[in-house]
């Protein structure tokens, strides 16, 4: 209406004189009416090409087939409205979409407050006292259903062709399957472009952790366009580095310390902990690998009696353990950890924490992607020194990303 000059605006309230707001409430919804009743004849006249009462512009065998009468839900109330036919029926209106009948912008609010991991019980009772509108949580679910070919499309768009590095980690989840409610997990991938920019590539939910499917989600990468990933960062899942090898050969793989120190940290009695940890500290917190090597050796002398699982699982693992010290302090911080996919996944445990178990595999996606939305949105490039790091990265792994060129 701001474009509505004030002459215009005057003369029409002087036409209707207006007793109180509810008159002015009414006047409202029937020029709402009369507005949308008009842009759907314009798109009919768009459709056919030709104006509803000037046939000498008309270039088409299709006409005009009268109305179908339609009552939809609005902000003002229920409106009624002629919606146009034509003969060949290939008519589809846009600004009142087939099958919708509720433009009060209601879908949009229950997909926001689903987003935030509200039940659909809570949603409809939230509609009801916000908007005096009657939804049931069957249709609160068929509302957030309509999200699901978008978030189809998102975990099957094209990707970037190389990342700096990629996060993966698993966040579990109780979901009923054949009327039983088993443990299924969800596979995150949180790349890094060469930008610097954070992006989440895609989830997966697939039976219990396993290195069989981690393979199947690093070929969708490949499929989606991902020649080259530079590092991995990971958790200490068995078959990892076989299932990555498998698939991006080049890439270094760097697997988390905070994960490896608690794997080790519970072989360890209280009494001892306090002790074990300084001494493993000198080993990650080394200034190069070689001295890491030698304080690893004296941690060994001083504990291997005592605690030999705790230590050997350091020297099994210490080829992936030690990627980082390849690169400078500014990316290592970046990659000795896996925080980056870690905070990513206790966000989505916030939103999810109403959920105790997901009625299938859809319900646990559409929550995750809608989280994903949100949560993305806050990100800006979060890493400092970025110009260091990718000048650093591309003198390291010049024969990977000059390979194509």
């Not at 709402?32 to 008309?58: I, P």
């Not at 366009?225 to 090898?245: P, Q, R, T």
């Not at 690169?327 to 996919?341: E, G, S």
Request: charged share 25%.
């Amino acid at each position: 209406m701001s474009n509505i000059s004030k002459e215009i605006l005057r003369n029409y309230v002087n036409e209707q004189n207006f007793k109180s707001p509810n008159d002015v409430l009414a006047a409202m919804k029937e020029l709402f009416k009369e507005v949308l009743q008009e842009a759907l004849e314009a798109e009919m006249d768009t459709q056919l090409g030709y104006d509803k009462y000037d046939v000498t512009e008309k270039q088409t065998s299709n006409s005009r087939n009268g109305y179908s009468k339609k009552t939809i839900k609005t902000e003002l109330g229920p409106v009624e409205l002629n919606i146009p036919r034509d003969r060949n029926g290939e008519y589809e209106p846009k600004i009142v979409p087939k099958y919708q009948r509720n433009v009060t912008g209601i879908e949009e609010k229950v997909i926001a407050l689903y987003a935030t991991g509200m039940t659909t019980r809570d949603i409809a009772e939230q509609v009801k006292n916000l908007y005096d509108v009657e939804i049931s949580s069957e249709m609160v679910s068929n509302i957030t259903n309509r999200i699901i070919p978008v978030v189809t499309e998102w975990q099957n768009r094209p990707l970037e062709k190389t990342y700096s590095f990629v996060f993966m980690d698993a966040i579990h989840y109780k979901v009923r399957e054949d009327k039983q409610i088993i443990v299924k997990a969800a596979y995150v991938v949180l790349g890094v472009n060469m930008d610097g920019e954070k992006e989440v590539l895609g989830i997966w939910v697939g039976a219990n952790e396993s290195s069989k499917f981690w393979l199947s989600v690093l070929n969708d990468l490949k499929n989606r366009g991902v020649k080259d990933v530079l590092i991995f960062c990971v958790d200490g899942l068995n078959g990892f580095k076989e299932a990555i090898s498998a698939v991006y050969p080049f890439a270094k793989i760097q697997r988390c310390i905070i994960h490896q120190l608690r794997a080790s940290m519970k072989y360890i009695p209280y009494k001892d902990r306090k002790a074990f940890a300084a001494d493993l500290k000198s080993v990650y917190g080394a200034v190069n690998e070689e001295v890491a090597l030698d304080n690893l050796l004296s941690a060994k002398e001083k504990w291997a009696n005592k605690y030999p699982n705790a230590i050997k699982s350091w020297e099994d693992n210490w080829d992936n353990l030690v990627t980082f010290f390849a690169f400078p302090d500014y990316i290592r911080r970046i990659i000795y950890t896996t925080n980056a996919i870690e905070s990513l996944n206790s966000q989505f445990r916030k939103v999810t924490k109403t959920k105790l178990i997901f009625p299938n595999d859809e319900s646990l996606m559409k929550m995750l992607y809608l989280a994903t939305e949100k949560i993305s949105k806050k990100w800006t490039r979060a890493y400092s020194n970025w110009d260091l790091v990718v000048s650093q990265l591309n003198i390291l792994f010049s024969e990977v990303l000059n390979k194509g060129a």
